[in-house]
């Protein structure tokens, strides 16, 4: 895992990075793996509807997350920033379903740099 985002490349890297394990969870619907990628004091957001905050909360909405199927949906990244020291890293996007518009949306996390100089996700919002 890359350690220290310094310029827009290793944001994008970092971003890339917990995106595509992000998406290898999903698929393999497997919760505990998605959430071992968010910080012990991440919050996750679905707009207008529910604030999930620490581990266990994200647990239990991961766990309704991974049974979506995330084959049905074209995923429009947008380059990502990092904060001048590094320490953190903003991501987002845009997801179109194939077949249904009303399930289309977007998305956006912040990763934070831990002790050990992993990211992960500290901030994640999305709506659809």
Avoid at 55 to 72: A, C, G, R, Y
Avoid at 103 to 127: C, T, V
Wanted: neutral net charge; aromatic residues 14%; charged residues 30%.
């Amino acid at each position: 895992m890359l350690k220290f985002a310094k310029t827009f490349t290793d944001a994008d890297k970092v971003s890339k990075e917990l995106h595509n394990q992000f998406t290898k969870y999903c698929k393999e619907s497997d919760a505990k793996g998605l959430t071992s990628l968010y910080h012990p004091d991440a919050v996750l957001v679905k707009k207008g509807k529910w604030v999930a905050y620490g581990h266990d909360e994200i647990l239990k909405k991961n766990e309704e997350i991974v049974k979506l199927s995330f084959s049905d949906f074209e995923v429009k990244e947008k380059p990502a920033t990092a904060t001048t020291d590094g320490e953190f890293v903003h991501y987002g996007g845009s997801f179109e379903h194939k077949s249904d518009s009303s399930k289309n949306g977007w998305y956006a996390q912040i990763f934070k740099r831990g002790q050990d100089g992993k990211y992960l996700i500290f901030h994640d919002i999305f709506h659809m």
